[in-house]
């Protein structure tokens, strides 16, 4: 993302991203840096000193910033972290929906507590903002569309759950103590650096490298949003004092199956690749979202934001930096 009006009002603030290692938070660190930025980054420990996605920063982008390793859940860590902070992005999180299944406990106490010691040293600390990270898995299988923010929330999978737990401290901690927080709720993000946890990477590469795509539930609809216009609704959010402890929802107003996702991917490369149902992809009827679709009107009103990439140049940028990343991925590997 080029430098804009945006970015430059963050320019010399102290900022600290959690979660910075991931594939939001790395574009978002990314950014900050580039235009001006005094980055502070709190990543997962790990013993072989891994950075994540933050690997992919250019020398010149990483040596601007400090690294901090630890676990969201370790309180004195996190109120060092935000020491001397100005703005703090919470994007810190376990995500992946089918590891929530296997490991609840673990999600729960990192998505839940690790929030509350993220809000807790803000409070204590005297951050001037910050931005705490949803999810539209919040809310759900649709009752009504397009989603606005007032829609109920349903906790389908102990991911969703953990997030709706999350929220709900932050705004309790607007409430009960004046923190300036504002809680952005992304749509389905995707772009270079994603996973294979995610669909759109899981269907590029299995396009790429296979006759064979194998998906999950195919008839879901999900709403896309390229993962520079996730990052600039972070950074908007970052700055209007109209958005205090308010959650606004930040997607593409746009849906589309996942079976005709699978279809323009494949067009798109040239591929004859045919999709089969692999029943371990299924999730639990119960669990499953079957349906997200953002109503973006407060973004649009209170952030000034919409999306600018449409999902046809968003999967094509998506495909250019896979192709060049292939040996990063376990082909046909269902990822959790």
């Not at 009006?5 to 978002?28: P, W, Y």
């Not at 903002?129 to 539209?136: A, D, G, K, L, N």
């Not at 609809?221 to 390229?226: A, M, N, W």
Request: include cysteine; proline fraction near 4%.
């Amino acid at each position: 993302m080029l430098k804009g009006e945006t970015s430059k009002v963050l320019e010399g603030k102290r900022v600290l991203v959690t979660g910075a290692g991931g594939f939001i938070g790395s574009h978002l660190t990314e950014n900050l840096v580039r235009n001006g930025a005094k980055v502070r980054v709190f990543i997962r420990y790990n013993s072989r000193d891994g950075r994540g996605n933050l690997e992919d920063l250019e020398p010149r982008i990483l040596d601007e910033i400090e690294i901090v390793a630890g676990d969201l859940r370790d309180a004195d860590v996190i109120e060092r972290s935000l020491k001397g902070c100005d703005t703090v992005f919470h994007l810190g999180a376990l995500v992946g929906i089918p590891y929530s299944y296997k490991n609840p406990r673990e999600v729960v106490e990192t998505n839940v507590m690790g929030t509350f010691n993220v809000l807790t040293a803000a409070r204590d600390l005297g951050v001037e903002r910050i931005v705490h990270t949803s999810t539209s898995e919040v809310y759900g299988s649709a009752r009504y569309v397009p989603i606005d923010e007032n829609h109920p929330l349903q906790g389908q999978s102990p991911y969703s759950a953990s997030k709706i737990g999350a929220d709900k401290l932050a705004e309790s901690f607007y409430a009960a103590y004046d923190l300036p927080v504002v809680t952005v709720r992304p749509f389905n993000c995707y772009g270079p650096r994603q996973s294979a946890r995610a669909v759109i990477p899981t269907l590029i590469t299995q396009a790429v490298a296979s006759q064979e795509i194998r998906l999950g539930n195919i008839e879901t609809l999900r709403d896309f949003t390229f993962v520079t216009d996730t990052v600039d609704g972070f950074l908007k959010a970052s700055q209007r004092e109209a958005a205090l402890g308010k959650v606004i929802n930040v997607g593409s107003g746009k849906e589309i199956s996942i079976g005709e996702l699978a279809q323009v991917i494949i067009k798109t490369l040239g591929s004859k690749a045919q999709i089969f149902i692999d029943e371990s992809r299924v999730r639990p009827k119960r669990s499953e979202v079957n349906r997200l679709l953002a109503d973006n009107r407060l973004a649009k009103e209170i952030l000034g934001w919409e999306p600018r990439v449409s999902l046809e140049e968003g999967i094509t940028k998506t495909m250019e930096w896979i192709s060049g990343h292939l040996n990063r991925f376990q082909i046909g590997k269902y990822q959790i």
